[in-house]
């Protein structure tokens, strides 16, 4: 089953950004798919964003940590569809 989800990504580039900002995302995805499957549709949008891939990846949703392997439907049990995602370490 597909939800529609509402994402703001922390975005900062030392090279061109002068202060940290958030993106907004709005994006479809089937329930089953995993935080990874999510971060690589945010990277299908924006060719700059660049995420985590190895096998113990984690982010941070809502404030609070994640592994990338965690599962769209148990993030949207938790926390709902309208997501915050950040680097562990801002």
């Given at each position: 089953?597909?939800?529609?989800?509402e994402?703001?990504?922390?975005?900062?580039?030392a090279?061109?950004?002068?202060?940290?900002?958030y993106?907004?995302?709005?994006l479809?995805?089937?329930?089953a798919?995993t935080l990874?499957?999510?971060?690589?549709?945010?990277?299908?949008?924006?060719?700059s964003?660049?995420?985590p891939?190895?096998?113990?990846a984690?982010?941070?949703?809502?404030?609070?940590?994640l592994f990338?392997?965690?599962?769209?439907?148990?993030?949207v049990?938790?926390?709902?569809?309208?997501?915050?995602?950040?680097?562990?370490n801002t």
């Amino acid at each position: 089953m597909e939800c529609k989800l509402e994402l703001s990504v922390f975005r900062f580039d030392a090279k061109t950004d002068f202060l940290p900002y958030y993106k907004k995302h709005f994006l479809k995805i089937d329930k089953a798919k995993t935080l990874n499957d999510l971060l690589l549709l945010i990277k299908e949008e924006d060719v700059s964003f660049d995420y985590p891939k190895d096998e113990f990846a984690a982010i941070k949703l809502n404030g609070k940590a994640l592994f990338t392997t965690v599962s769209i439907d148990e993030v949207v049990t938790s926390f709902g569809k309208l997501l915050t995602l950040e680097p562990l370490n801002t």
